[in-house]
């Protein structure tokens, strides 16, 4: 998985930085159209420039894109720079999978290391761009009992596919807005790189756990 992730992040990141019109044409609307030299707009604009040319470039957190949270705030990943995310992709219609991989992570919640508890945050990315709108993460999220440690995301089409192939995660839309996907819990560190990946239901956390320990 990992060695995967290796080839695939380099020419994603070519990508991200310029080569779909679409993303240039998104980045320019957010950071606004400034010129060099119109005081400190440009500044700012420069200083933001840098900061993504600070992270590794194997950083999920090179994406751009924008998300929006079960409570309806609108992020971007890098702005989960200095947390440890646990983080799975996952749809709230899902009846069978899906649940066991957030009680996979609920398991691993319940025994973080005390002094990592406030740097780990559990996030979920849902595969449903059209039905999980904040307002449906927000309930999904009240009724599973997540806590606020926990980080639902909704974005649109090709932000969801571009994190399924940085994170190697296979998906696919099935009749009456069912996905097959992948199972796939990530952990990311502080820097949104990839440490480790476990793929499957009913995982162990201990390997996670240590993983967690270590960063």
Known sequence: MKNTAKIIFPLLILFLQGCGNNTQHNQSRREGNTEPG????????????????????????????EWHDQQGDTIQLKNLRGKIPVLAMVFTHCEFACPRTIADMKKISSEIPPDKASEVIFVLVSFDTERDQPQRLKE????????DNWLLLHGDEEAVRMLSMLLDVKYQKQAGGYFAH?????????????????EGLGLNPGPMLSAISGL
């Open 140 to 147: 999904f999220a009240e009724m599973m009992g997540l806590k």
């Open 38 to 65: 119109q005081g400190s707009d440009a500044s700012g604009q420069g200083k933001q420039l840098e900061a993504i040319k600070e992270l590794p470039q194997e950083s999920v957190y090179q994406m751009t894109e």
């Open 182 to 198: 992948s199972n796939i819990v990530t952990l990311l560190n502080k820097e949104g790189v990839i440490v480790r990946q476990e």
